[in-house]
């Protein structure tokens, strides 16, 4: 039995994905293939930055008409309103125009913009998707975890039942493991860094700690309270356990928001999470 793991730059990291047990190379490198080019339509279509992607597109159009989307483009506004609900606004799609104009993404086209919209103004139907507020959503908290769990589903399509996908700091992890998942703390990894044996699932991690936000070239001010748009308390490191990587992915922002306050979200997600502040790391859920 084998392990072969791969790595390429996508969403603005560099996303790695293995295959443990292979038993057939070929049939094991096919696979991983077929998962990025999964992790790259996601890109595609979730980018912020590129004029074509469904989020420009939205962004551009969606306060005027209806705009088509892409059924990926699709889930995973559905769920950022489901976390939208769940966290009763903390986790909010809609910071876009908060962020950019803090500075910490481009301001996209037409340059009115609601700064107080929230996710709830955004409308799913079947023909696509339509803005009741003139709004700019950002998918940068969530759209990672959604491509991790995409390259997962297509790794299983292709009969590889065993792997990883690490999208940088989001990891959904394939089969019963035990899997050890080292917790960041901003440096190498020794004897007493904390880490995790966890089964099939995902982990996703968010960090505003000096030390390892200087490995990230994006600006802390990303991690904001979607209700509030303050920014989260400095100095935290946040690790989400869920079944989901996009689900994870997402609760990362709510904790950085609301720290050890954030446990009933969690217990409402199915979720347990990780709060590293002061150099200690505790169980969010357990306080809750």
Same mark, same amino acid.
């Given at each position: 039995?084998?392990?072969?793991?791969?790595? =390429?730059p996508?969403?603005?990291?560099?996303?790695?994905?293995?295959?443990?047990?292979?038993e057939?190379?070929?049939?094991?490198?096919?696979?991983?293939?077929?998962?990025?080019?999964?992790?790259?339509?996601?890109?595609?279509?979730?980018s912020?930055?590129?004029?074509?992607?469904?989020?420009?597109?939205?962004?551009?159009?969606?306060?005027?008409?209806?705009?088509?989307?892409?059924?990926?483009?699709?889930?995973? !506004?559905?769920?950022? =309103?489901?976390?939208h609900?769940?966290?009763?606004?903390?986790?909010? %799609?809609? %910071?876009? /125009?908060?962020?950019?104009?803090? /500075?910490?993404l481009?301001?996209?086209?037409?340059?009115?913009?609601?700064?107080?919209?929230?996710?709830?103004?955004?409308?799913l139907?079947?023909?696509?998707?339509?803005?009741?507020?003139?709004?700019?959503?950002? !998918?940068?908290?969530?759209?990672?975890?959604?491509?991790?769990?995409?390259?997962?589903?297509?790794?299983?399509?292709?009969?590889?039942?065993? $792997?990883?996908?690490?999208?940088?700091?989001?990891?959904?992890?394939?089969?019963?493991?035990?899997?050890?998942?080292?917790?960041?703390?901003?440096?190498?990894?020794?004897?007493? =860094?904390?880490?995790?044996?966890?089964?099939?699932?995902?982990?996703?991690?968010?960090?505003?700690?000096?030390?390892?936000?200087?490995?990230?070239?994006?600006?802390?001010?990303?991690?904001?309270? $979607?209700?509030?748009?303050?920014?989260?308390?400095?100095?935290?490191?946040?690790?989400?356990?869920?079944? =989901?990587?996009?689900?994870?992915?997402?609760?990362?922002? @709510? @904790?950085?928001?609301?720290?050890?306050?954030?446990g009933?979200?969690?217990?409402?997600?199915?979720?347990?999470?990780?709060?590293?502040?002061?150099?200690?790391?505790?169980?969010?859920?357990?306080?809750?």
């Amino acid at each position: 039995m084998a392990t072969i793991e791969r790595a =390429q730059p996508w969403l603005g990291t560099v996303v790695a994905i293995r295959a443990d047990g292979v038993e057939d190379d070929a049939l094991a490198h096919h696979a991983i293939s077929a998962a990025f080019a999964e992790v790259a339509t996601v890109h595609r279509l979730m980018s912020f930055h590129a004029p074509d992607s469904d989020v420009s597109r939205l962004n551009r159009d969606a306060a005027r008409r209806c705009v088509p989307v892409d059924w990926r483009t699709r889930e995973v !506004l559905a769920m950022a =309103q489901t976390m939208h609900r769940m966290s009763e606004g903390v986790f909010d %799609i809609a %910071i876009g /125009g908060v962020l950019a104009h803090a /500075g910490a993404l481009p301001c996209p086209a037409p340059a009115r913009v609601d700064l107080d919209a929230t996710a709830a103004s955004i409308a799913l139907d079947d023909n696509g998707v339509r803005f009741h507020d003139a709004l700019w959503i950002d !998918l940068g908290g969530i759209a990672k975890g959604y491509a991790a769990d995409r390259a997962a589903a297509v790794l299983q399509q292709h009969g590889v039942h065993q $792997g990883r996908i690490d999208a940088g700091g989001d990891l959904r992890l394939l089969g019963a493991g035990p899997h050890r998942v080292y917790l960041d703390a901003g440096g190498d990894i020794g004897p007493m =860094q904390a880490a995790l044996d966890t089964g099939e699932g995902a982990i996703a991690t968010s960090s505003n700690e000096a030390a390892i936000r200087a490995r990230n070239p994006l600006p802390c001010g990303v991690h904001r309270h $979607g209700r509030t748009k303050e920014h989260a308390a400095p100095g935290r490191t946040v690790s989400v356990l869920a079944d =989901q990587a996009m689900v994870a992915d997402a609760l990362t922002k @709510v @904790v950085m928001a609301l720290g050890p306050s954030a446990g009933a979200v969690l217990a409402l997600a199915g979720a347990t999470a990780y709060l590293r502040e002061k150099g200690t790391w505790a169980s969010i859920r357990d306080a809750a």
